[in-house]
């Protein structure tokens, strides 16, 4: 059974470790999600440090799998802070141990971002990912518009450079 629920503050701190080993294994099994390899649990646990504290200061709004009282899975939300755009958050940091991918997990997540992000009055959400990935198919299953892409924007975490995809999605 798993549970996909957002995490608060104290929630956040207290699954720090559960988080940081989701993004390690991403990072050391090849996603470009902002770092570099090689790169540690103690990297991964200072990254959740900050977010945990980001949530605490409702900057960030922390979602999470939970699957027999461990975190398996995890995305954000982060609400835009420019007043003149109330109306629009980036999903960002979207991660799936890899251990359990390829069950709709991150489809699950994404349809719960969607319900939250609606709760709150927001209309436009916008992400970007390394383009012909995963993670590219399935926004586009997820109803996400591609606008365009950026050659050679970021480093995959081994070296080389990789396109990134653009996306956005209009909650109506
Ligand atoms: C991209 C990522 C989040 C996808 O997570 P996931 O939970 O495996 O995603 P889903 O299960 O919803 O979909 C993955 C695949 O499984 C398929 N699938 C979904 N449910 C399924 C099921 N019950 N049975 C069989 N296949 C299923 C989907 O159709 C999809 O197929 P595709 O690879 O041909 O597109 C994951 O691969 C990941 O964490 N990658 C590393 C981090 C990353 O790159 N994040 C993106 C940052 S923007």
């Known amino acids: 059974m798993i549970d996909i629920r957002i995490l608060d503050g104290e929630e956040a701190r207290q699954r720090i470790p559960e988080l940081a080993l989701i993004l390690k294994d991403c990072v050391n099994k090849g996603a470009s999600v902002s770092f570099m390899n090689p790169f540690s649990l103690a990297e991964a646990v200072g990254f959740f440090t900050e977010i945990a504290e980001a949530v605490s200061r409702s900057e960030v709004v922390l979602f999470a799998a939970i699957e027999d009282g461990r975190a398996i899975a995890t995305v954000q939300l ?60 399935l926004y586009l299953r997820a109803g996400y518009i591609k606008a365009g892409i950026i050659p050679n924007f970021a480093l995959w975490p081994d070296g080389g450079l990789g396109d990134t995809s653009f996306f956005y999605k209009e909650i109506l």
């Not at 420019?82 to 629009?88: E, F, I, L, Y």
């Not at 890899?98 to 349809?111: C, E, F, I, P, V």
């Not at 709150?120 to 198919?137: N, V």
């Open 78 to 137: 982060q609400p835009v802070w420019k007043p003149n755009q109330p109306h629009r958050a980036d999903v960002a940091k979207m991660l799936v141990h890899s251990a359990h991918r390829n069950q709709g997990l991150a489809q699950k997540l994404l349809d719960t971002v969607d319900a939250e992000a609606k709760r709150r009055g927001m209309t436009l959400l916008t992400l970007d990912t390394m383009s012909d990935s995963a993670a590219e198919r």
